[in-house]
Every structure is written in C-alpha cells, then in structure tokens.
C-alpha cells in the first residue's frame, strides 16, 4: 500500500492528500487513513483525480452510503450525482455561506466535489471551521445558544435555485416534501464528540423559543461569525481536483468571481448525523 501524504492548510481546517489513486480501489487502510484526516482537518483536497462518475459514486460509497439530494439541477442524469454548472453565479446561492442540505431530517455526513470544467481566472471555493466558531464563542454566549434549535426550510435555496434556471422542480411541492425541520444550533459531532455551530444562511430562518426581536439580533449574529478568517481555509480548484468536506462541522462559500462557465460535479455521503 502506498503511503498517503497529508499537509494542513491551515491551523483551523483543511489538508491536502497526495500518494493515493482515487479512481483505484483502495484498501481499507488507505480508507481509514483519509476518513482520519477528515475528522482531524474536516475538509481534504486531492489533485489530478480524472474520475468517472462511476469511480466518483464508488469512492462515495466506500465512506457510506450515497445519499441522494433533494435539489437535483437540470444538468443532472442521475440522481447521485449534482452537476453544478454557473457562468454567471453572484447571488445563486453557493455564494453564502451554507452547510449542504440541512432542510432534511438528517443532513448528509460529507461531500465530495470534482471540479470538471473551469474558468481561466476565479472560482475558489472558502471552507470553514464551525468546530473554531463555537469554540471563539465568549462562555456566556455558549451557554446561551447551547440550548437552542433553529427552523431550517428549503424554501431559499429552492427559489434561488429556480430564479437562476438551475433547476425543473416547484417549490410549492417541494416545499409539501421537505417541510421545515429543527436541528439544534449547537451540534455534537457523532464521531469526534466536538461541538461545532450549526446554523447557516442559506437554509436556517429562525431560533425556536425566543421572541422576534431576540431572533433579529442573535441568529444574523450567528451567521455573520462564521465569516471570520481565522476559521478559514480557501482551495484554488485545478482540472480534476476533488474536495471531500465533513457536512457536520464545515460550512463553504463559492466564490462567484467569474463570468464563464464552471462545471463541477459532487457526490453527496450518508451517515451519523450531528445532534
């Protein structure tokens, strides 16, 4: 087995791989050996990977089973793989920052992310830390929003999706299927038993159980401190890069700084969630 090489990016998050082959099927200690540099550095990156969708969907599935998102795009053939494709994305919704799909019940475990087609100049994508955003919380705000849950809806992100033409689905029906859920704004991380920060602007409306006015002041508090730079990592995406992020503990930004066309293609993972 060859021996993987693993380098942090940052103090607070990201790593980049190399010394692995993802379109192989990997041993499971080479599994092991990056599902460990997941939960020690929350998103990892690896270059020069000219995966398949079906190499794509297997190496998913080696870290869980696949799980299928709710907002399929136009571009897409199967439901397991989202095919993002923007040339023009400011204000399209990956330019906020978000965690992925937290409107479901249980919100999937991890994404992976290949970038297939790029722009010559922009279109990093911003990787954040919400282990680092509880944690920079002062101790009376901690144990402020510890308690708390907050209302997540799949109603922005469906009309931004729909307002851009990335997308065939009506929001009325979408909205029957997936109603607004509650997750709390503190999560544990069922594997690593961290606390991280759970609430995020594309998806999340409300705090439950305060008034309006306590609302108005605490919950944009809370996604404005997720922006912080300490918390931050950013990946210049080249041809056949591929990020793998823990949905749980991460939030990501797309920086919408170009005007042609980008196609990625991601591959969303099931597992514990965090509660």
């Known amino acids: 087995m060859a021996t993987i090489e693993v380098r942090p990016l940052t103090a607070a998050i990201g790593a980049e791989v190399s010394g692995v082959d993802l379109r192989q099927d990997l041993p499971d200690a080479t599994v092991a050996a990056i599902r460990q540099a997941l939960l020690e550095h929350l998103v990892v990156f690896f270059r020069d990977q000219a995966l398949s969708d079906e190499e794509h969907l297997a190496l998913a599935q080696r870290f869980g089973p696949l799980s299928v998102p709710p907002l399929a795009t136009r571009y897409q053939d199967r439901p397991t793989v989202t095919v993002l494709d923007q040339v023009s994305p400011k204000g399209e919704g990956a330019d906020e920052w978000h965690s992925d799909n937290t409107f479901m019940p249980n919100p999937p475990m991890g994404s992976i992310l290949r970038a297939v087609h790029l722009p010559p100049v922009g279109g990093d994508t911003c990787f954040a830390s919400m282990y680092a955003a509880y944690e920079t919380l002062s101790p009376p705000v901690r144990s402020l929003v510890e308690g708390l849950s907050a209302v997540?809806?799949?109603?922005?992100?469906?009309?931004?999706?729909?307002?851009?033409?990335?997308?065939?689905?009506?929001?009325?029906?979408?909205?029957?299927?997936?109603?607004?859920?509650?997750?709390?704004?503190?999560?544990?991380?069922?594997?690593?038993?961290?606390?991280?920060?759970?609430v995020n602007r594309n998806s999340t409306t409300r705090l439950v159980g305060v008034s309006e006015r306590e609302n108005d002041v605490l919950l944009p508090f809370l996604l404005d401190h997720v922006r912080s730079p300490e918390f931050q990592c950013r990946f210049h995406w080249e041809t056949d890069s591929l990020a793998f992020?823990?949905?749980?503990?991460?939030?990501?930004?797309?920086?919408?700084?170009?005007?042609?066309?980008?196609?990625?293609?991601?591959?969303?993972?099931?597992?514990?969630?965090a509660g």
């Open 245 to 273: 992020w823990d949905n749980r503990c991460v939030q990501h930004y797309a920086v919408a700084d170009y005007v042609e066309r980008r196609v990625m293609r991601r591959v969303t993972v099931d597992g514990p969630s």
């Open 152 to 198: 997540h809806d799949i109603t922005k992100p469906m009309q931004k999706a729909i307002a851009a033409g990335h997308t065939d689905l009506e929001l009325t029906e979408m909205q029957q299927r997936w109603p607004p859920v509650e997750h709390p704004v503190v999560a544990t991380h069922p594997e690593t038993g961290r606390k991280a920060l759970f």
